[in-house]
């Protein structure tokens, strides 16, 4: 009788993607896998540890499948990913119920540790980060017309509030046959998006290459035959090249889409973040990106409550986000990590300053994507169609405009034949209500 297995991935979509590829290596060793975590022989949870709130949730999920084990539901209880890695010592010690702790390095051999576990006793596996596989095959958990494909693990950047390069070691870039065969792969089998992901996607290539290799990446990429768009996200401000920029101007499947996460834009805070730039040239990098790409949808992620910040600092953070008025943004409290240097910083900000200028970014932030979004009311939109919402009774899906799970949706009414999941379709816009888009099809 096969031993069933049952996955709960937390976080990243970098972390989702080892996931998929933990599954794989079960699956293929004869573990039978199971949707649901609590009807599985065994039970995994993919942890994220890499800020306060991830933690918490990768804790409260170990914690509800503990209480399943006690009852008997399940027979055992492993941790692997971000936390268990982080917290190697503190996991057993603390949560006495986990049969197994696995770091990332353990990856590659995660059946024959689950096997030895099965045979009795805890299991604990620490291996160099290095030695966590950078490709292999997935089960993938994303819906067959999209899927995300990760180009590089871990980081170089080292910025002082980050444990990424704790957790995940120095940027290892894939090779870039192995990114191409994988696509094609992810293509044969539906995908008619790929969203390129890594830590840092526009570093990809420099530590193999010897020089920034994304912009050559995404021409062969282009190549494939019924790809139809290729997102890309994540890309630092310093490594983004002019090549880069007029590949994603001249290539039809690239969407104009760049998720550019800046953090913030006193010069005085992002040096103590060791990230360079200031206000001025970070809204002259936006100006040139606009300039090069037309029509490029622009997409942030701001830190408010850093050490150090002042009411002027977070002064001059708001008026660079009314200068620029950026298409889409995400803004968090700074959360303070053990072992980074920020943690050791003085003039530590009070919880409630940090959460309230969060939410003062975000509210006029909100009101910025509802004016944009008004001004699109009459034009039609491509739209990848994803399913049927019977709460508002109608479709719903994203345009170029919008990542998965990340930014808004467009919903719109259907007069006469049903669309298909997973195909493009033209809707005229009628309305933004809440920053999402309401419209009807277009035959």
């Known amino acids: ?73 399940i027979k055992k209880l492993v941790v692997t990913g971000c936390l268990a890695e982080r917290y190697r010592e503190e996991m057993h010690k603390e949560l006495p119920e986990l049969d197994a702790v696995l770091g990332i390095g353990a990856n590659a051999e995660i059946a024959g540790h689950l096997k030895r576990m099965m045979e009795g006793g805890f299991v604990e596996a620490f291996p160099e980060k290095e030695k966590m596989p950078l490709c292999g095959g997935r089960v993938l958990t994303t819906p067959s017309y999209f899927a995300y494909l990760k180009i590089a693990e871990g980081c170089d950047n080292r910025c002082t509030y980050c444990a990424i390069p704790l957790i995940r070691g120095g940027y290892r870039s894939r090779t870039m046959e192995s990114i191409e065969g994988e696509a ?36 062969r990429l282009c190549k494939i035959d019924g790809l139809h768009w290729i997102r890309v996200l994540y890309c630092y401000p ?77 002064t001059e953070l708001m008026e660079f986000v009314k200068e620029v008025r950026f298409d889409r943004l995400g803004c968090f409290a700074y959360s ?3 072992d980074t240097p920020a943690a050791e ?33 009459g034009q039609t939109l491509e739209v990848l169609v994803e ?36 195909s493009f379709v033209k809707v005229e816009i009628e309305d933004c209500m809440d920053c999402d888009l309401t419209g009807h099809l277009v035959p």
């Open 1 to 73: 009788m096969s031993i069933k297995v049952g996955m709960i991935s937390l976080g990243c979509a970098k972390n989702q993607v080892d996931g998929e590829m933990l599954m794989a290596s079960l699956q293929q060793a004869g573990f039978e896998l199971v949707d649901d975590a609590a009807l599985a022989d065994i039970a995994i949870v993919n942890t994220c540890g890499f800020i306060e709130s991830a933690k918490k949730e990768s804790i409260e999920e170990i914690l509800e499948l503990a209480q399943l084990k006690k009852e008997g539901r």
């Open 184 to 219: 094609r792969f992810l293509v044969q089998n539906g995908a008619k998006e790929l969203i390129l992901i890594a830590q840092d996607t526009t570093r990809y290539g420099i530590d193999l290459y010897g020089e920034y290799s994304l912009s050559k990446l995404l021409r």
């Open 238 to 314: 310093d490594s983004i090249t002019d090549e880069l920029l007029d590949t994603m101007a001249c290539e039809e499947k690239i969407v104009k889409y760049m998720d550019i996460p800046l953090q913030h834009a006193s010069g005085k805070i992002l040096r103590a973040m060791n990230r360079r730039g200031d206000r001025e040239s970070l809204t002259s990098l936006m100006k040139r990106i606009r300039e090069k790409v037309p029509g490029v949808i622009l997409r942030t992620t701001l830190i408010t409550g850093f050490p150090g910040e002042t009411n002027e600092d977070f």
């Open 336 to 338: 303070q990590e053990e």
């Open 345 to 377: 910083l003085p003039d530590q900000i009070d919880e409630d300053v940090k959460e309230r200028r969060a939410e003062i970014v975000m509210q006029d932030q909100m009101e910025i994507m509802e004016e944009q979004g008004q001004r699109l009311v």
């Open 387 to 422: 399913g049927f919402d019977r709460y508002a009774e109608c479709w719903f899906g994203r345009s170029a405009m919008d990542a998965p799970d990340i930014d808004g949706k467009v919903f719109f009414s259907v007069s006469e034949k049903k669309p298909v999941l997973g």
